[in-house]
Protein backbone atom coordinates (compact mmCIF):
# COMPACT_ATOMS: atom_id res chain seq x y z
CA UNK A 1 0.00 0.00 0.00
CA UNK A 2 1.51 3.31 -0.95
CA UNK A 3 1.04 6.20 1.87
CA UNK A 4 -0.57 8.54 -0.01
CA UNK A 5 -2.34 12.00 0.75
CA UNK A 6 -5.92 10.97 0.51
CA UNK A 7 -4.92 7.46 2.85
CA UNK A 8 -2.52 9.61 5.41
CA UNK A 9 -5.65 11.76 5.91
CA UNK A 10 -8.21 8.53 5.99
CA UNK A 11 -5.50 7.29 8.86
CA UNK A 12 -5.65 10.59 10.60
CA UNK A 13 -9.38 10.80 10.56
CA UNK A 14 -10.32 7.41 11.43
CA UNK A 15 -7.99 7.65 14.34
CA UNK A 16 -9.82 10.88 15.62
CA UNK A 17 -13.17 10.09 15.30
CA UNK A 18 -12.55 6.43 16.91
CA UNK A 19 -10.33 7.94 19.73
CA UNK A 20 -12.08 6.95 22.38
CA UNK A 21 -14.12 3.53 21.01
CA UNK A 22 -12.66 0.22 22.12
CA UNK A 23 -13.12 -3.19 20.52
CA UNK A 24 -15.83 -5.34 22.13
CA UNK A 25 -14.03 -8.25 22.41
CA UNK A 26 -10.40 -7.29 24.13
CA UNK A 27 -10.89 -4.07 25.33
CA UNK A 28 -8.36 -2.29 23.02
CA UNK A 29 -7.88 0.47 20.99
CA UNK A 30 -10.64 0.07 18.28
CA UNK A 31 -8.57 1.80 15.52
CA UNK A 32 -6.68 -2.00 15.14
CA UNK A 33 -9.91 -2.68 13.48
CA UNK A 34 -9.86 -0.28 10.86
CA UNK A 35 -6.02 -0.18 10.15
CA UNK A 36 -6.19 -4.00 9.70
CA UNK A 37 -9.18 -3.78 7.42
CA UNK A 38 -7.20 -1.58 5.17
CA UNK A 39 -3.92 -3.69 5.40
CA UNK A 40 -5.79 -6.76 4.46
CA UNK A 41 -7.19 -4.73 1.70
CA UNK A 42 -3.90 -3.24 0.74
CA UNK A 43 -2.68 -6.88 -0.24
CA UNK A 44 -5.83 -7.39 -2.52
CA UNK A 45 -6.43 -3.62 -4.25
CA UNK A 46 -4.09 -1.12 -5.28
CA UNK A 47 -7.82 1.33 -5.31
CA UNK A 48 -6.81 4.19 -2.98
CA UNK A 49 -11.29 4.36 -2.50
CA UNK A 50 -11.52 1.10 -1.39
CA UNK A 51 -8.25 1.50 1.50
CA UNK A 52 -9.60 4.98 2.15
CA UNK A 53 -13.38 3.23 2.70
CA UNK A 54 -11.74 0.52 4.55
CA UNK A 55 -10.14 2.83 7.00
CA UNK A 56 -13.93 4.41 7.24
CA UNK A 57 -16.10 2.36 7.58
CA UNK A 58 -17.19 1.60 10.71
CA UNK A 59 -17.69 5.65 11.73
CA UNK A 60 -21.05 6.27 10.07
CA UNK A 61 -22.30 3.32 12.01
CA UNK A 62 -20.15 4.22 15.25
CA UNK A 63 -19.25 7.63 15.67
CA UNK A 64 -22.07 10.00 16.51
CA UNK A 65 -21.27 13.63 15.34
CA UNK A 66 -19.89 12.93 12.16
CA UNK A 67 -22.17 12.25 9.26
CA UNK A 68 -22.63 11.40 5.59
CA UNK A 69 -22.43 15.13 4.56
CA UNK A 70 -19.38 15.11 6.40
CA UNK A 71 -17.60 12.18 5.20
CA UNK A 72 -18.41 13.36 1.69
CA UNK A 73 -16.83 16.84 2.23
CA UNK A 74 -14.19 15.29 3.90
CA UNK A 75 -13.40 12.40 0.88
CA UNK A 76 -16.06 12.31 -1.96
CA UNK A 77 -18.94 10.98 -2.69
CA UNK A 78 -17.07 7.31 -3.96
CA UNK A 79 -15.50 6.95 -1.16
CA UNK A 80 -18.66 7.28 1.18
CA UNK A 81 -20.68 5.07 -1.34
CA UNK A 82 -18.18 2.58 -0.76
CA UNK A 83 -18.59 2.97 3.05
CA UNK A 84 -22.25 3.51 3.39
CA UNK A 85 -22.52 -0.21 1.41
CA UNK A 86 -21.00 -1.63 4.78
CA UNK A 87 -22.97 0.30 7.00
CA UNK A 88 -25.63 -1.52 9.13
CA UNK A 89 -28.62 0.70 9.74
CA UNK A 90 -27.53 1.69 13.18
CA UNK A 91 -27.84 5.47 14.24
CA UNK A 92 -25.18 6.40 16.82
CA UNK A 93 -26.88 10.11 17.04
CA UNK A 94 -30.01 8.24 18.29
CA UNK A 95 -29.60 5.62 20.58
CA UNK A 96 -33.31 5.05 20.79
CA UNK A 97 -33.94 3.59 17.49
CA UNK A 98 -31.01 0.95 17.58
CA UNK A 99 -32.75 -0.25 20.56
CA UNK A 100 -35.13 -1.13 18.93
CA UNK A 101 -33.78 -3.20 16.00
CA UNK A 102 -32.29 -6.48 16.55
CA UNK A 103 -29.38 -8.17 15.83
CA UNK A 104 -30.66 -10.11 13.21
CA UNK A 105 -32.82 -7.67 11.72
CA UNK A 106 -30.13 -5.25 11.33
CA UNK A 107 -27.44 -8.29 9.70
CA UNK A 108 -30.51 -9.56 7.42
CA UNK A 109 -30.54 -5.57 6.24
CA UNK A 110 -26.70 -5.83 5.59
CA UNK A 111 -26.90 -9.00 3.85
CA UNK A 112 -29.92 -7.64 1.44
CA UNK A 113 -27.48 -4.25 0.85
CA UNK A 114 -24.43 -6.84 0.08
CA UNK A 115 -26.23 -8.11 -2.53
CA UNK A 116 -26.47 -5.32 -4.76
CA UNK A 117 -23.34 -3.30 -3.40
CA UNK A 118 -20.20 -2.04 -5.64
CA UNK A 119 -17.54 -4.39 -5.99
CA UNK A 120 -15.37 -1.81 -4.04
CA UNK A 121 -17.71 -2.38 -0.86
CA UNK A 122 -17.87 -6.06 -0.97
CA UNK A 123 -13.57 -6.03 -0.90
CA UNK A 124 -14.30 -4.19 2.31
CA UNK A 125 -17.01 -6.23 3.76
CA UNK A 126 -14.32 -8.96 3.46
CA UNK A 127 -11.52 -7.70 4.75
CA UNK A 128 -13.84 -6.54 7.63
CA UNK A 129 -15.04 -9.85 8.51
CA UNK A 130 -11.51 -11.65 7.98
CA UNK A 131 -10.34 -9.34 10.39
CA UNK A 132 -13.64 -9.83 12.91
CA UNK A 133 -13.11 -13.47 12.66
CA UNK A 134 -9.39 -13.62 13.59
CA UNK A 135 -10.37 -10.85 16.65
CA UNK A 136 -12.80 -13.35 17.61
CA UNK A 137 -10.53 -16.80 17.68
CA UNK A 138 -7.87 -14.67 19.76
CA UNK A 139 -9.94 -12.95 21.94
CA UNK A 140 -11.48 -16.24 22.96
CA UNK A 141 -7.90 -18.10 23.05
CA UNK A 142 -6.66 -14.91 25.30
CA UNK A 143 -9.88 -14.63 27.73
CA UNK A 144 -12.15 -17.68 27.00
CA UNK A 145 -16.39 -16.90 27.02
CA UNK A 146 -14.99 -13.42 29.18
CA UNK A 147 -14.07 -11.79 25.91
CA UNK A 148 -18.11 -12.13 24.52
CA UNK A 149 -19.41 -10.33 27.82
CA UNK A 150 -20.40 -7.25 25.47
CA UNK A 151 -21.55 -8.78 22.46
CA UNK A 152 -25.32 -9.14 21.42
CA UNK A 153 -25.24 -12.44 19.61
CA UNK A 154 -23.80 -16.02 20.15
CA UNK A 155 -20.61 -17.10 18.35
CA UNK A 156 -22.79 -19.26 16.62
CA UNK A 157 -24.93 -16.38 15.60
CA UNK A 158 -21.59 -14.54 14.28
CA UNK A 159 -20.71 -17.74 12.25
CA UNK A 160 -23.77 -18.02 10.58
CA UNK A 161 -23.71 -13.89 10.17
CA UNK A 162 -20.20 -14.34 8.57
CA UNK A 163 -21.34 -17.49 6.26
CA UNK A 164 -23.91 -16.09 5.06
CA UNK A 165 -21.56 -12.78 3.95
CA UNK A 166 -19.02 -15.49 2.32
CA UNK A 167 -21.75 -17.01 0.58
CA UNK A 168 -22.70 -13.85 -0.94
CA UNK A 169 -19.45 -12.73 -1.97
CA UNK A 170 -18.61 -15.93 -3.79
CA UNK A 171 -21.72 -15.56 -6.25
CA UNK A 172 -20.54 -11.67 -6.38
CA UNK A 173 -16.96 -11.16 -5.95
CA UNK A 174 -13.95 -12.59 -8.57
CA UNK A 175 -10.81 -11.38 -5.98
CA UNK A 176 -8.69 -13.84 -4.32
CA UNK A 177 -9.58 -11.87 -0.57
CA UNK A 178 -12.99 -14.23 -1.12
CA UNK A 179 -10.44 -17.30 -0.93
CA UNK A 180 -9.14 -15.93 2.48
CA UNK A 181 -12.27 -14.97 4.17
CA UNK A 182 -13.76 -18.82 3.64
CA UNK A 183 -10.30 -20.17 4.86
CA UNK A 184 -10.60 -18.18 7.96
CA UNK A 185 -14.44 -18.50 7.84
CA UNK A 186 -13.51 -22.54 8.39
CA UNK A 187 -10.69 -21.67 10.71
CA UNK A 188 -13.07 -20.49 13.18
CA UNK A 189 -15.64 -23.00 12.85
CA UNK A 190 -13.14 -25.50 13.35
CA UNK A 191 -12.04 -23.65 16.68
CA UNK A 192 -15.32 -23.11 18.07
CA UNK A 193 -16.67 -26.56 17.58
CA UNK A 194 -13.77 -28.27 19.29
CA UNK A 195 -14.37 -24.71 22.18
CA UNK A 196 -18.04 -25.10 22.23
Not at 123 to 130: F, H, L, P, Q, T
Not at 140 to 168: C, H, M, P, Q
Request: glycine residues 4%; charged residues 35%.
Amino acid sequence: MQLTKNIQKAITKSAVLHKDQVRKEKDAPFIIHPYSVAIILSGYTNDEDTIVAGLLHDVLEDVPGYYESDMIRDFGEKVTEIVKGVTEEKDPNDSTKNEKETWLYRKNKYLDRLRKDSKESLMVSAADKIHNLSSTINAYKERGEDAFRNFNSTIEERLWFNGEVLNVLKERLDNKIVVELEEKHKEAKRFFKEQI
